[in-house]
Structures are given as structure tokens and as C-alpha cells.
Nanobody, 128 residues
Framework: QVQLVESGGGLVQAGGSLRLSCAASGRTFSSLAMGWFRQAPGKEREFVAAISRGTLITIYTDSVKGRFTISRDNARNTAYLIMNSLQPEDTAVYYC?????????????????????WGQGTQVTVSS
């Protein structure tokens, strides 16, 4: 079992930054690919970013490339999403997700149904 606990959301003005954290349970963290998703009011939940185990490959959705950075610290069992140059359209509940990654060279999953473990979500609100 993997438990994910998110933190770091809040209110920020347009152009500002936030760092989201996702603390994961114990011994399996290094075997997980980690992802971030978000869901804005009235919209479907969408993929934001992911990072692999081992080789630390990262992928991003086009709308956040150059602004967001996903990272992980295996010693702390924690994944992060650093968000810069935030815009009102980034306002959403942000969810951490995880899935066991068998092969280090495998393509990172982008689909909602590809992830097995989910955090509770943390609200990010960007004001203009």
C-alpha cells in the first residue's frame, strides 16, 4: 500500500510561485513513478507532469513547460512540483499520483487510469 499526502497549496498572485510537496509512504517509494495532475472548476482532471524512478526522466504537459518543474527526493520519500510564473488558468486542485514502475527505460504514463495511488489534493488559487 502507498499513501500520498500533499501540501503546499495556497493563494498566490499571477506571476508568483509555489512549491507543492507529496509525501509518500515508506519502502516502495524508489520503485514508483510519480505524477502530478490538476482539476480546475468545471473541467476534467488533466495530466501536468511526471518523473520516473532511477533515471529521473521527466515529462510535462505543454501548458506548463518552462514554468513547472517536477522533482523527487527518495531519501525523504517526497515528490515536488515547483510552479513558477503562475497564471489564473493554473488555478485548480492539484493531485499527486504514483504507480509502480517496473522498467526504468519505459515511457512515463500520462493517463489518469495509469496511476494506482492518489493524494487528497491541494488547492492552488492564482489571482489576477
Amino acid at each position: 500500500q502507498v499513501q500520498l499526502v500533499e501540501s503546499g497549496g495556497g493563494l498566490v498572485q499571477a506571476g508568483g510561485s509555489l512549491r507543492l510537496s507529496c509525501a509518500a509512504s515508506g519502502r516502495t517509494f524508489s520503485s514508483l513513478a510519480m505524477g502530478w495532475f490538476r482539476q480546475a472548476p468545471g473541467k476534467e482532471r488533466e495530466f501536468v507532469a511526471a518523473i520516473s524512478r532511477g533515471t529521473l526522466i521527466t515529462i510535462y504537459t505543454d501548458s506548463v513547460k518552462g514554468r513547472f518543474t517536477i522533482s523527487r527526493d527518495n531519501a525523504r520519500n517526497t515528490a515536488y512540483l515547483i510552479m513558477n510564473s503562475l497564471q489564473p488558468e493554473d488555478t485548480a486542485v492539484y493531485y499527486c499520483a504514483a504507480v509502480i514502475q517496473r522498467y526504468t527505460g519505459a515511457d512515463l504514463p500520462r493517463g489518469l487510469n495509469d496511476y494506482d495511488y492518489w493524494g487528497q489534493g491541494t488547492q492552488v488559487t492564482v489571482s489576477s
